[in-house]
């Protein structure tokens, strides 16, 4: 099986290279290794995207479903049927497309058809897992292509996924999901802070003082917004952080939980320079050991290291958002 997917997946972008041989568009993967093969297989790349939208129907890595598909091809039993037919136990592990045909490859192109874009927008409806995720709000309140029209006006530097939560804020979608997105906003601007102050630090061993400079003054421009906003440095923040990011508290005892309350209490107290670069450097060292930035010589011109501002993957999520609008419109 795990050779039968990766010849199919070098087939694929051949396919693909083939059919847009007049205009290579963005995103083939694999289209400039084509005699050697896909080196970064879709199959792995995405495989947690199709257990998310319900088209592989298995919480299992994909190394075990292999397993688990091969176990159930080598070893029949009277329950199975046509492997094409959905009644199989075969086919019940994958979510076909009504229009799927066998050689469906040979024509395949980077656009989705109508169809294709029907069925990942159903998937997107239909799968509990991504309910309440920002994608599935936008079809399920036909948000979407307004929301690809804020963003492409966007200029650049803005803080896209801060720009999409302030349009969704008064909008229809699920609460829960206005709240989540609040909360991860939140967490990237406690830890950018922690991230400025290290960068500062990095600066001030490279002997970088015009770096360090900048990194100085800016952290006292987010101090100042941190100190409007200080309920967001409570336990009961991160608390609400963990809960939104893995449905259940995490373990507080994990270094990374303990680091962050540390920070946050430093900040709700009006902690000195000094105890808060002790607590980075604490868990710089911690964290990296002897290969920490912290304890090696530095080039002056060492690039940022860490955190900015985060999109939580909304560019990515973008990105098939507009797929799937296209097909769904522009090729209708």
Partial sequence: MAEFIQQQENQLAKNLVRNHSENMPYGIIGKDSLEKGVARRPSSVYWNGLRQFGIAKTDVSLKDFIEQ???YANYPNDAHVDDDEQLSSLARMMTKSTDYHPNWSESATIALSKAEAEFLRDMLLLSKNIEYSIPAQLVKHKLL??????DDALESGIW???ALYQWLKSSA???????????ALEFCFVLEGAHIRYNSLIAERANNTASQGLLVEEFQIWLREAQKH???FKLESINEWYLCAFGIEKNSNSRTRQFIEQWCNLIMNNATEDKLDKCIKQQAIANKGPRCLLKKALSDQQD???????EFRWPTAKIILQDIHEGLYVSA
Avoid: N, P, Y
């Fill in 173 to 183: 979608i699920s609460s829960q999901t206005k709240s989540c997105l609040e909360k």
């Fill in 160 to 162: 896209r996924i801060d």
């Fill in 304 to 310: 940022w290291v860490g955190m900015r501002k985060l």
């Fill in 69 to 71: 598909f091969e176990q």
């Fill in 230 to 232: 200080r309920h967001r």
């Fill in 145 to 150: 292509e307004k929301a690809l029209e804020l």
